[in-house]
């Protein structure tokens, strides 16, 4: 059993004013070894602070970061939950294990991939262009409601659903681009008529 610093010559236990470094005589034995003191230096003692002493007076602790003060509780296992585990996504507040088993059971809507609806998309192109025909704009606006009408088709064939409104916003897509050209070849025409008078 150690019990403090001993004479390495005769092995009694030395006290703490005999101790320093450089040449030290053994008072039992009265001979003479080299030591060396080591004093290490204190170490700082790191103070926590629980929750109430962090946040507002009364206020609850999340459940997973003991030191966050909650800021709302799971809707489906009601733990106290802090804006790090807060998982929103327009249907209320999960905790992120309750959010996973939501997700995973498909009954959390907003999380599920969103839809993109194509022919909608080629028919607000169609008519934008037919709209803007005058300003230039038929002829990307057209473009983009034949794209977008060709995407919708394949979409709502995969979807058995009807395509003849994809197939209407493409034959307007066409007309809107080939009206386009025609306007800009009339305007060209007429200025180099104007200018060849």
């Not at 025909?133 to 409601?145: D, K, M, V, W």
């Amino acid at each position: 059993m150690y019990t403090g610093p001993q004479c390495p010559r005769c092995a009694v236990t030395l006290t703490a004013d005999w101790l320093h470094s450089g040449a030290i005589t053994c008072p039992y034995c009265a001979r003479a070894f080299e030591a060396t003191a080591f004093n290490p230096p204190e170490r700082a003692v790191e103070v926590t602070t629980e929750v109430t002493d962090v946040g507002p007076d009364g206020a609850n602790a999340c459940a997973n970061h003991a030191r966050n003060a909650a800021t709302a509780s799971c809707q489906r296992c009601g733990l106290f939950i802090c804006a790090l585990c807060d998982m929103n996504v327009g249907t209320g507040s999960y905790c992120p294990t309750c959010f996973d088993r939501v997700r995973a059971e498909g009954s959390l809507l907003p999380a599920a991939k969103r839809y993109r609806d194509f022919a909608g998309i080629a028919r607000a192109s169609a008519l934008t262009g037919f709209l803007l025909a005058f300003f230039f704009l038929s002829i990307p606006f057209g473009a983009l409601a034949v794209y977008f009408g060709f995407r919708a088709r394949k979409q709502q064939k995969t979807e058995g659903r009807s395509s003849v409104g994809a197939i209407i916003a493409i034959l307007v897509g066409i007309l809107d681009v080939l009206g386009g050209i025609a306007y800009i070849g009339f305007l060209i025409y007429t200025v180099g008529k104007a200018g060849g008078s």
